[in-house]
C-alpha cells in the first residue's frame, strides 16, 4: 500500500527509545526524514546513529527538554532551518511510573512534575512547531496517549490526568486546526513491551517464581486483555505511520486504541 509518505518531515518527542525510537523507525522505513527530541544526550545519538546506518533518510538528532520553552522555540527553529517544512509531530514523550505509593499523597510539586512534562510538553511541542507545519493537506499531529485514560490503573493516577488531557485536547485541537488543514488524532496504547517493561517483566517473573512468559499470561489475563498479550512497540509505530500517510487524511479528533482490548475492562 503506497502510503504517500516519502521525503516528508516529521518531529519526535521522547524518540531516544521506547515507543519514540520506534516511531522513528516506522516512518524513515517509508522515506520520512526524522527529527528527533529527547533530553539524554547519548542516548539520542545512539538511536540517531542506528536509524541513520538502517534506513536512507535525512535525521537530526536535536538534545530538547519539553518542559522549557525556549528549548523547544530552539528545536523548532533549527529543525524549520534544516527542512523548512514540518509535516508530522509526534507527540510522545512522558515519565514512568516513579514510585509505587500511594499518589494521593504526593506532594504537588509531584503532580505537576508529571502534568508539566506530558500535558504541558506537548501544549509547548504543538505552539512551537505549529508556524512550520505544513498546511496544504499533509499536515498530521499525533499524540500518543495510554490506556489509563479510560480506566483505574494503580498506581498511575497522574498519568490518567495526562492521557485524559491529551484525548481532549486531540479532540479540540482537531477542530482548532482544521482549517489550516492539519488533522489531529490520538493513539491509545495499553500495555507496551517497551525496554523498561521487558525488565519489569523479567523482574517480577523472578519475584513470583516464574518464567517472564508465565508471568506476563497471568497478567495479561488479571488485567482483561483480550489478546492475551501485551503490544510490540512496532504495532503502536504502524498506527502512527498509518495516521502520518495520505490514507488516514479523512480522520481527525479520533482516539484510536491499540490495546488488545483492555479498554474493554473484560475481567
Not at 540517531?48 to 536512507?56: F, S, T
Amino acid at each position: 500500500m503506497e502510503l504517500g509518505l516519502k521525503d516528508r518531515v516529521a518531529v519526535i518527542t521522547g524518540g531516544s527509545k521506547g515507543i519514540g525510537k520506534a516511531i522513528a523507525k516506522g516512518l524513515a522505513a517509508e522515506g520520512v526524514n526524522v527529527v528527533l527530541l529527547a533530553r539524554g544526550k547519548e542516548q539520542l545519538e545512539n538511536a540517531a546513529e542506528e536509524i541513520r546506518g538502517r534506513y536512507k533518510v535525512r535525521l537530526l538528532a536535536i538534545p530538547t527538554d519539553i518542559t522549557s520553552t525556549p528549548s523547544l522555540k530552539a528545536a523548532a527553529d533549527a529543525t524549520a532551518k534544516e527542512f523548512g517544512t514540518v509535516h508530522i509531530v509526534v507527540n510522545n514523550a512522558g515519565s514512568p511510573i516513579r514510585r509505587m505509593d500511594r499518589q494521593i499523597n504526593w506532594p504537588d510539586t509531584d503532580w505537576m512534575d508529571d502534568v508539566n512534562l506530558k500535558t504541558m510538553g506537548m501544549l509547548r511541542t504543538i505552539q512551537a512547531f505549529l508556524p512550520h507545519i505544513d498546511k496544504t493537506g499533509a499536515g498530521r499531529i499525533i499524540n500518543i496517549s495510554g490506556a489509563s485514560a479510560s480506566m483505574v490503573w494503580n498506581p498511575a493516577l497522574t498519568h490518567g490526568i495526562n492521557n485524559s488531557a491529551m484525548i481532549h485536547t486531540t479532540r479540540y485541537l482537531a477542530a482548532d486546526l482544521a482549517s489550516d488543514q492539519i488533522t489531529v488524532n490520538v493513539v491509545v496504547p495499553g500495555l507496551v513491551g517497551t525496554e523498561a517493561r521487558e525488565v519489569w517483566a523479567e523482574n517480577m517473573g523472578k519475584q513470583q517464581g516464574k518464567t517472564k512468559a508465565e508471568f506476563l499470561a497471568d497478567y495479561c489475563k488479571r488485567m482483561g486483555i483480550l489478546s492475551g498479550r501485551w503490544a510490540s512497540m512496532e504495532e503502536v509505530a504502524d498506527t502512527v505511520v498509518f495516521l502520518a500517510s495520505d490514507r488516514a487524511r479523512y480522520f481527525t479528533g479520533a482516539s484510536i486504541p491499540v490495546d488488545g482490548g483492555i479498554s474493554l475492562n473484560a475481567r
